[in-house]
T-cell receptor
């Protein structure tokens, strides 16, 4: 069965410091991986995705994520955090054959302090 | 591009009444739409998948008679919560997928907060 784990409920980082939000997955075959961000009382906004190709994926708002097949991870990173990055981040996985179903992690709340 | 809207953004209703939530793809044709439910501080749980012109496919544990989904056109899907009860209070989010935009990605609406008194 497909699953996604986000081991940290919350990540705290000072503005200007690099940030990492962790995600590991379990899926047979080559996964499709996604990161979304959610602001309070809002829907999800797409940040980036990995389908195939370069393991380092660059996305919106300066975020990037690295696909690591051996560690089954897809951690979200940003070199320099902004206070406005504070939000809820979701990692999601989709098996290549399951075109209809995204499985979401439990979310990680990122808090960036000035 | 790829904008999905939901209406209403929030709704308060009395227990026993029915509530309809609309999900529209504004600038693309959505071959498939999805309905999710999100409880406070929790992840999104897929409720059902609907393809235009056909019956929705519900996830295990989701009552199809309670959560009626209609995907009447390529730009509109509706979720009707029938005989709502306080435990149905939640944040409902729809998403849409388009073959012309690439089947790998879903575009999410802003969500509808339902409060049942």
């Amino acid at each position: 069965a497909q699953s996604v784990a986000q081991p940290e409920d919350q990540v705290n980082v000072a503005e200007g410091n690099p940030l990492t939000v962790k995600c590991t997955y379990s899926v047979s075959g080559n996964p499709y991986l996604f990161w979304y961000v959610q602001y309070p009382n809002r829907g999800l906004q797409f940040l980036l995705k990995y389908i195939t190709g370069d393991n380092l994926v660059k996305g919106s708002y300066g975020f990037e994520a690295e696909f690591n097949k051996s560690q089954t991870s897809f951690h979200l990173k940003k070199p320099s955090a902004l206070v406005s990055d504070s939000a809820l981040y979701f990692c999601a996985v989709r098996a290549p054959w399951a075109t209809d179903k995204l499985i979401f992690g439990t979310g990680t709340r990122l808090q960036v302090f000035p | 591009g790829a904008v999905v809207s939901q209406h209403p953004s929030w709704v308060i209703c009395k227990s026993g009444t029915s509530v309809k939530i609309e999900c529209r793809s504004l600038d693309f044709q959505a071959t498939t739409m999805f309905w999710y439910r999100q409880f406070p501080k929790q992840s999104l749980m897929l409720m059902a998948t609907s393809n235009e012109g056909s019956k929705a496919t519900y996830e295990q544990g989701v009552e199809k008679d309670k959560f009626l989904i209609n995907h009447a056109s390529l730009t509109l899907s509706t979720l009707t919560v029938t005989s709502a009860h306080p435990e149905d209070s939640s944040f409902y989010i729809c998403s849409a997928r388009s073959l012309e935009l690439g089947a790998s990605e879903q575009f999410f609406g802003p969500g509808t907060r339902l409060t049942v008194l």
